[in-house]
Structures are given as C-alpha cells and as structure tokens.
C-alpha cells in the first residue's frame, strides 16, 4: 500500500467517525414539538419576583400536553415512550390591575423516550430561544434532571399533575 493511499484510508476513517459522532449527537436531540399549541393545554402559571426560579424563569407558563402525555398524566400512570410535556415561557407585563403575556422567553420541551434518554430518568430535556429553534440546554442532566429528579421523582420526573 501506499503512503497517500494510506493518509486517505485514515482521513476517511477520521470523517466517518465524526459524522457518526454529529449523527449520534443529533439522534439524541429532542425534536422542536411542531403545532405544541393545539395540544391539551394542562396548565398555567406566573412566577413573579421572589420566587427562587425567578431569575431563569420568571414569567408566565403555559403547560401543554400532546396526546400520549395527556392520557399517563390523567390515569396516573407512567408516561409511555412518545409523551411530550412543552412548557411555553412569556414574560410576564403589567400594572397593579392585569398582568399579560409578553414576548416569549423559552419553549421548554420535555420528551420521553426511555432507551434514548436513561441517563435522565427515559426524558429528553431541551429549550428553544424566544420563538427560534436556537437550542439552549447545555447540560440537560444537570440542569434539567437535576431539579425533576430532586422535586418530581415519584411521578415520573413530571412536575404538571391534572387538574379535574
């Protein structure tokens, strides 16, 4: 064989392993939930100044469950592999009298699908930037999954319950 023959052999298997690396990377991203807005909505609510999550995520929260989801959260069950939670975050504007949403801050999505995501109880955390697919979550295990593996363990990492 040949030397050149040999760089090349070595820089295809160098690339080969990085697309498997992107692709691997990719493949364990959580999808951004298409159409969230016309799923169940299951919650609301604003988080105003004092609050200890103020600073991340102070604002107003709309809750939204797609149909795998709504059905687990209103059975009390585990939440099979397919059930997304998307937590829309808007600031919260107003006086002494009404306070409305304003421009969206985060769309936080909540994903299961147990074998992708073990490391973080079978979900898939992620956040998108205001009304971008601009990605946010850094470290979803730590982050994410640090604070829903501390408050929401015994309901399967979920903080939302169903309100009748």
């Not at 149909?67 to 069950?77: F, I, N």
């Not at 059930?83 to 009298?97: I, K, N, P, Q, W």
């Amino acid at each position: 064989m040949t030397k050149r023959f040999l760089a090349a052999a070595s820089l295809s298997v160098a690339l080969l392993g990085l697309v498997s690396l992107v692709w691997a990377d990719k493949a364990a991203e959580v999808p951004y939930p298409e159409a969230y807005r016309g799923w169940s909505h299951v919650k609301s609510m604003v988080l105003r100044p004092g609050h200890e999550l103020y600073d991340a995520f102070g604002g107003i929260h709309h809750v939204y469950a797609n149909e795998r989801a709504l059905v687990a959260l209103k059975a009390k069950k585990t939440f099979p592999d397919g059930s997304v939670f998307v937590f829309d975050l808007l600031g919260a504007v107003g006086d002494s009298t009404a306070i409305i949403e304003g421009p969206r801050k985060v769309v936080g999505v909540m994903h299961k699908d147990a074998a992708k995501f073990a490391a973080t109880g079978g979900w898939g955390f992620e956040g998108f930037k205001g009304d971008t697919r601009e990605r946010v979550v850094t470290d979803a295990k730590s982050g994410c999954f640090g604070c829903h593996n501390t408050g929401a363990k015994t309901s399967d990492f979920v903080f939302t319950e169903w309100r009748k």
